[in-house]
């Protein structure tokens, strides 16, 4: 009869397990969906549109003036979205920067996960404190990445094709782009910053090293006549 009840409770076809598989697939769920749907839409939304801007506008019967209007705009608020939103609710990160009483500029770079201050702590909502959303990681890392590596790409053609008149509205793009990128990476990173930064340059310089030694030693011993 024990026997019977135990495997019963254990069966894939009993309410328990039934009850328990469910909230772990709600959980799984959960976590594979946006926790910001709307901060990461907007995340993207601006840098796609500058973009397709960039390219497309003339297709669509618009002078120079008014799309280099529409793309100054759309670069800032996707520069401050970025900085001040969507940094801070799909990573929980944020840097910024203030003077202080003696005229002295000061950069912060905060990260949820790392904060020991507990004034910086308590800037952070308490719903920005939960685990790491896997979806909205993914999705601000991507975007935060790719459009300046984009912008990067528009600026060489502009310098190839001197055009001049696109030249100034695609470096303010790389500028901005490129900056939340940095901001973002600091955040990550914490302090540890300028040792990772000089530890992999190290490294890229040691194995440089090791490979071209390698690389002589090889034609050295290739040239010595056989026996």
């Known amino acids: 009869m024990m026997g019977q009840t135990t495997s019963s409770l254990s069966s894939p076809s009993s309410p328990e397990h039934i009850i328990f598989d469910f909230e772990r697939d709600i959980t799984v769920q959960r976590q594979q969906r946006f926790k910001h749907p709307t901060a990461a839409f907007f995340h993207i939304i601006f840098k796609l549109v500058a973009i397709v801007m960039y390219l497309f506008g003339g297709l669509f019967g618009q002078d120079f003036l008014s799309i280099f209007v529409l793309l100054i705009l759309l670069i800032s608020f996707d520069f401050w979205t970025v900085k001040n939103v969507t940094g801070r609710l799909l990573v929980g990160l944020r ?3 203030f003077i202080d009483e003696e005229g002295k500029s000061h950069w ?7 904060t020991k201050d507990k004034t910086n702590e308590e800037s952070f909502k308490a719903t920005d404190r939960l685990s790491e959303n896997t979806a909205d990681s993914t999705i601000f890392w991507t975007a935060l990445i790719i459009a300046p590596v984009l912008w990067f790409l528009l600026l060489l053609v502009t310098i190839f094709r001197l055009n001049i008149q696109w ?3 695609v470096s ?8 939340n990128l940095y901001g973002y990476i600091r955040c990550k990173l914490g302090g540890n910053f300028k040792s990772v930064l000089t530890s992999y340059v ?9 490979s071209s030694s390698n690389t002589k ?3 050295n011993m290739g040239g010595y006549p056989s026996a």
């Not at 303010?172 to 900056?179: E, F, H, I, R």
């Not at 190290?202 to 090791?210: E, V």
């Open 108 to 114: 912060v770079f905060e990260n949820r996960n790392d």
């Open 202 to 210: 190290g490294k890229q310089i040691f194995y440089n090293f090791m």
């Open 95 to 97: 840097w910024w920067n």
């Open 217 to 219: 030693t090889a034609q």
């Open 172 to 179: 303010l793009a790389l500028v901005l782009t490129s900056s």
């Open 167 to 169: 030249f100034m509205v």
